[in-house]
């Protein structure tokens, strides 16, 4: 079965563009994660959904980041307008039910950002 | 103070070698608690869930003191396979329960 795809890989841009990142969930999870991992601040949960439905945006670290999940099948994390700070890599993440109530979150590759 | 601490290592062991990882929490009333392993330029991944009772899966045994909220990892008969940064990964009580807090890692490097 096909993991949580993510694209694009790698994304170099320069400050002030607007990056889209998009992620593809396993098909039949209904909750679904983006985080972001830098050297100084280690895996932070940024927004997570639960049928689609954003429950928790407290990590989201400003109005530059927004998140949307359509449908059950896509999500998109935009940065506008993007600051050489936000380089970073990003993970979704997806997983069938809670993770409290004994469920897997599974990881897709990440999307490696630059912003010069 | 951080959600989850872990000492960020390196680690350098021989292979053979056993060697312990320690994670403190700060919230008493986290819920759940996993280890994950995350190797050089990938994902993250479950290695195993941690429970109160205490649990094995080969050579790897994981505790958990809610005491003490304290979480170890003990690897056993280290291989250069397990070469990799070993997040303490734990859960809120309560509405935020699907959210999974990360320790920023500890480094573990097995030298042949």
């Known amino acids: 079965d096909a993991g949580v795809i993510q694209s694009p890989r790698h994304e170099v841009t320069e400050m002030g563009q607007e990056v889209t990142l998009r992620c593809k969930p396993i098909s039949g999870h209904d909750y679904l994660f983006w985080y972001r991992q830098t050297m100084m601040r280690g895996l932070e949960l940024l927004i997570y959904f639960n049928n689609n439905v954003p429950i928790d945006d407290s990590g989201m670290p400003e109005d530059r980041f927004s998140a949307k999940m359509p449908n059950a099948s896509f999500s998109t994390l935009k940065i506008q307008p993007s600051e050489p700070r936000d380089s970073a890599v990003y993970f979704c993440a997806s997983s069938l039910g809670g993770v409290n109530s004994g469920n897997t979150i599974y990881f897709g590759e990440g999307s490696w950002l630059t912003v010069v | 103070r951080k959600e989850v601490e872990q000492d960020p290592g390196p680690f350098n062991v021989p292979e053979g070698a056993t060697v312990a990882f320690n994670c403190t929490y700060s919230?008493?009333?986290?819920?759940?608690f996993f280890w994950y392993r995350q190797d050089c330029r990938k994902e993250p991944k479950l290695l195993m869930s941690v429970y109160s009772s205490g649990n094995e899966d080969g050579r790897f045994t994981a505790q958990l003191n809610r005491a003490s909220q304290y979480i170890s990892l003990l690897i056993r008969d280290s291989k250069l396979s397990d070469s990799a940064t070993y997040l303490c990964?734990?859960?809120?009580?309560?509405?935020?329960?699907?959210?999974?807090?990360f320790g920023t890692g500890t480094l573990l490097a097995v030298q042949p």
């Open positions: 919230n008493s009333a986290s819920q759940s």
């Open positions: 990964v734990v859960t809120p009580y309560g509405g935020a329960t699907n959210k999974l807090i």
